[in-house]
């Protein structure tokens, strides 16, 4: 792209004697800089006026196990002014894993730099706070480094574990205040893991003063699976799965960004049909994810009609999603080149029909809380923050959205067909818990609006690409032609090989931002597959948005923020 | 005596057809007019009110919860048969349902939650990743919740269909009504020994 | 003397098994009822004999009987005493105040004459009220001695919302007395027993519209039901106050919450929808304004007024169940916000409003 051009002879020019080499591979502009000047260069990317990436999207390492120097950092920035990206790496010796931490420039480096301690054991000088996230103290080593077994297990209890588990009473590391008013103690509540507000996988350590929230921590990691280490140790294509329990209420779009991120690496573009089908799919997940958001919302302000008429509507966007693909929760419908089906015979009429009740449901449900005073004063003014706030956490998707920043991935940088179509992004003004859920129900709405449209403007012809490497051939020709059953064999047992290389690719998902870095070695299973979840950077800002708030006001906030545990703990 | 679980909607004479029915059957034949209970000992009779009494204690931490809360929902509608109203402390829980993927950090407040809840308790293994680790098999996933706790039904799919669930509670309903007298049926561990 | 003993156990009796089925059926509408709104079908299954009853035989059999042989534990660290006392203290004076609401004229058995009251009191408001505000008791005992800190938040919020919401519910409750002249329930619903113009009857909602709203409002409040059931707000405090219990006191707790609504029906029905008076039903039969009268007798008529009054409970329970599943739950300071900002100013002014036009008339 030849802006990227110009972005890196810009950062060369700014900081020339810390840049080791730059390169624009497949569209991605990357610096490669030296770790001790990573500070200063990313204060210039952050304050320089035309680099101005506000945006820092991700932190990971890859290891390289057996090259020196072993670590490779690798940050991922994007600017919401300019509409840019650029992906800096750095390498750090085994010996002496240490970088400087960024979250004096983005507040939400917190998070993802302490996953990054946790998974790869590398140490941010500076960091505030650097504890384990997804895994618990007793741990030893660090998971996603190349020489820990994948399945060395290390359990607290049942077989295995070494019977000395004691559980810790809960903390907060940098309380804000110790006293409440007047010097009163202060009360230590921890909601959750297990706990009807907190969806199974955060544990929420307050501390009140009477109902007052004073101090906040909250806990991710609960449910951490594993999803980098299982996608590493499969071929490209099995990875899908496991990209559908990301966010598993809207599965079609995480499949989505991933097999449009191995094609990427592989050069290839899906025919337009197929490009057809997964917007199609893509936005009836999106409808689903919506629904089962404001539903959650109703269901925890104690509105359970409401919730139940938004979960048959859910019900009715996952007949569709049946109706693709014959699953309704993990759908794992996308392939590698293509998608695993067609539209079915009468699809267009399925669509309208239930979209029909859709809206007729959403529009029972939307009066039901809109219209009710109570609701609207759980909702309105909560939790606000500003949009500055927000991105230097990292926020994206719906959330940011509702504090009026225009950041929707299908209109910023149209993937698929998303420039021919005719929608509008929603954007709150307040940035309160009242706009968030209008947001996500405008959107809603939209989303249909596409799908209807997608179903008016597709063209005929074939949905997958024409390349024997990345698709398997049709059946009937496995069991007729030499060549095809060779090729089948071959893509099963070993693999569509992508050239080397390293690519990002993000889409617009439910909650914002999801992106990929896959980095390929040549060889059939990628050497580092990771995503950028948007409900991990989203979920960050959770204990601010809450500190000085009411106990009460968690639960909007919360299910606004709308986290998705796999997507949050991978 | 195997019960029979009787088709929706095959209520035929009426109740006082069936009373007189019931009164003029011997004990042997008490299948033929259904779930009968008042012919039956009075431990069957607190056991056929806990089977369609279950409150489930909803453990969710992943995927499947979707599938949890469709099956409360509209349209499979889990108070059918009686386990609808979802209690959040496990003192009032009857049904431990662990849906979602358990991981080692969170297995001990799982044990936790089981040993809090009140007698009788029962424990349903909801989809593949509680049952068996399911499709993680890595350094973070309990292969398996029977390694922890007991359990007395496993629920396949990843994630199971509401259908699916709900013949697995019936399933559980059926097996809680030859817990007679309160004797529990042993439970078997993950690796064939009782626990 | 037996008989005066024997009358007064039968009444005791019948108001206690009106109050218990009541608090069943209202556990089964509550149930029967969120599923029509819901669009669900709701519990069907469990039947005896093939009879279900729509879930009437889940609800009153199956859940019972599972609660009473289900194991009562006490947790660790907590006061055993406090803890199995606070179920009774709430249940006890829920159904106490049942007592004193008249569920019908009296009755005529020879020469015999039975006030259809289980307690005749001529002070029964003063005693409804102070039996209400013992409710709050069990609510603070259940949070204080469970040993757990969400279970304390409850019975704080609790106790809080429970003081807060007498105040209104007491200024709505004067006026009413103002407006009647008497402490004494069955006298009041006496005094609602005419026609205004012949054609309206002369219930209390046409003198005291806005006492009305108060008390409503203010007695869903008691009961700690949505949209005021912070107490026990599930997705914040899991269970609230109740939280450690099981077995039989939880089921104790569960049904306190039933037979509250039934005495905030039963009260709203007594002071202004007449309580137990039907329309054009004088004492000896109906008599209509355009002339008609049904002619009936007197045992007929005091079923009829019977059942009048309970129907009359069984719409205003009903009523609550409604809320009860449309409304979100408000926060808690726009709980204390709305009883102490818009109750109780409301509830002072129409206390005012109403002994100024007394004044007004008697003077």
Redesign the interface.
Known sequence: MPNNDRLLSIIRGRCAEAVIRTDDYRGDATVVIRPERLLEIARVLRDDRELAFDLLLDVTCVDYLGQQPRFELVYHFYSTRHRHRLRLKARVPESDPTIDSLVPLWVGANWLERETYDMYGICFRGHPDLRRI???EEFEGH?LRKD????????????GSKGT?K?RPPEIPHAHRVEGMLGAEL???Q?G?????T???VRIVLD?DG?TIVNADVEI??????FE??CESGFYYQAI??T??LN??SAILCNVGYCMAVEKLFGVEVPLRGQFVRVIGGEISRIADHL?CIGAT????????PF??A??A??LA?DLINALCGA???SNFVRIGGVSADLPEGFAELCQQNFKRILELVADAEG??LE?P??R??MEGVSIMSPERLIAYGVTGPLLRAAGVDLDLRRAEPYLIYDQLDFDVPLGSQGDNLDRFLVRLTELRQSIRIVEQCLRLIPPGPVDVDDPALRLPPKGRVFNRMEDMINQFKLVTEGPKPPPGEVYFAIESANGELGYYLVSDGTGKPYKCRARTPSFSNTQPLAEMVRGR??????PTFDMINMI??ECDR | MEMVTKAPGSVAGGFLARLRAATGQPLADAEAFGESFLLTKLADAVQWARKYSFFPYPFVTACCGMEYMSTAGPRFDIDRFGAALPRFTPRQADLLMVVGTITHRIAPILRRVWEQMAEPKWVVSFGACTSSGGPYNNYAVVQGIDTIIPVHLYIPGCPPRPEAVLDGLIKLQERVQRERGGQRIPERHGSGRPL | MLTVVVVSVIKALIVIGMVLNLAGILGWVERKGSALIQDRIGANRAAIFGFAGAGLVNTLLADPIKFLTKEDVIPRGVDRLLHTLAPCVALFPAIVAFAAVPFGDRLRIGDMVVNLQAVEIDVGVLFLLAMTSLGVYGVVLGGWASNNRLSLLGGIRGSAQMISYELAMGLAVVAVVLTYGSLDFQEIVRRQGHMIGGWIPAWGILYQPLAFLLLLIAGIAETKRAPFDLPEGESEIVSGYFTEYSGIKYLMFFMTDFVEIAVVSAVVTTFFFGGWQVPFLASEGFVFPWGWSVPLPHVVVVLLQVAAYMVKVFIFCCLQVLVRWTMPRLRYDQLMWFGWKVMLPLGLANLVVTALVLLWIQG
Do not use: C
Not at chain 1, 221 to 226: D, I, K, N, P, S
């Open positions: 997804y895994l618990y998971p820990y077994p994948k399945e060395k297990r290390q359990p607290l209890i049942g077989p588990y559980p009360m230590r509540v909601l893991p297990s706990h009807p507000a969806h199974g996988t009140l109902e990691g609960y449910l951490h699976r594993g280490k299982e799965p496991y559908d329990r598993y209420s089962l109703a269901l925890e302000l104690n509105a359970f009609t139940l008429y979960l048959e859910r019900e996952w309704r929760v993990t039901m809380l009710n109570v609701f004063a759980r009411l106990l009460a006001d968690i639960v545990g796999g």
